[in-house]
């Protein structure tokens, strides 16, 4: 017992002599700055719509948008959104909840899969399919045949994959 003790003694002496060895290089910790956002809205939430026909000057009878409750708390808030970069026109961007093969205008998916973009300042550069997540005003439209359902208005990329 006696000899396991001086070894025990032996060996943190020995531990404590390490500790003061010089360093020429001191390592300052690095703090990286990662912002990690969690969606205000979710597909699965703007999923949850119904349509009820109604009569259109132009068009005749439409299917007009019927935005859940949820959702319409919502309107003209600050949200976050992440999706699927589908271009539009050389002007207009979409962020979608599919990649463009899927698309709603593909066939496979309804116009509420998908969210007009109006970008804060000039328009970026995005190439179909970028994943990524926006920032910005969110508009519901449940009157308008001729736009989109959903907008999100002075759009921010937050994070680009």
């Known amino acids: 017992m006696r000899n396991f003790s001086k070894l025990v003694l032996a060996l943190v002496v020995f531990i404590s002599l390490m500790g003061f060895e010089k360093n020429s290089k001191i390592e300052k910790p690095s703090i990286n700055k990662t912002i990690v956002v969690t969606d205000t809205l979710t597909w699965k939430l703007l999923g949850d719509i119904k349509y009820i026909r109604k009569k259109h000057a132009s068009y005749g009878e439409v299917e007009f948008p019927q935005v859940n409750l949820k ?23 979409a962020l979608s909840k599919n990649v463009f093969a899927s698309c709603f205008f593909c066939g496979k998916s309804g116009p509420e899969t998908i ?34 359902i959903y907008n999100i208005e002075n759009a921010e990329i937050v994070s680009k994959k």
């Open 115 to 148: 969210a007009g973009l109006k970008f804060k300042g000039g328009l970026p550069k995005l190439k179909t399919d970028t994943y990524l997540t926006i920032k910005g005003t969110f508009k519901a439209n449940e009157t308008d045949v001729d736009d989109w």
């Open 71 to 93: 959702l319409k708390a919502y309107h003209n808030k600050t949200v976050y959104l992440t999706g699927f970069i589908v271009p539009i026109d050389s002007k207009n961007y």
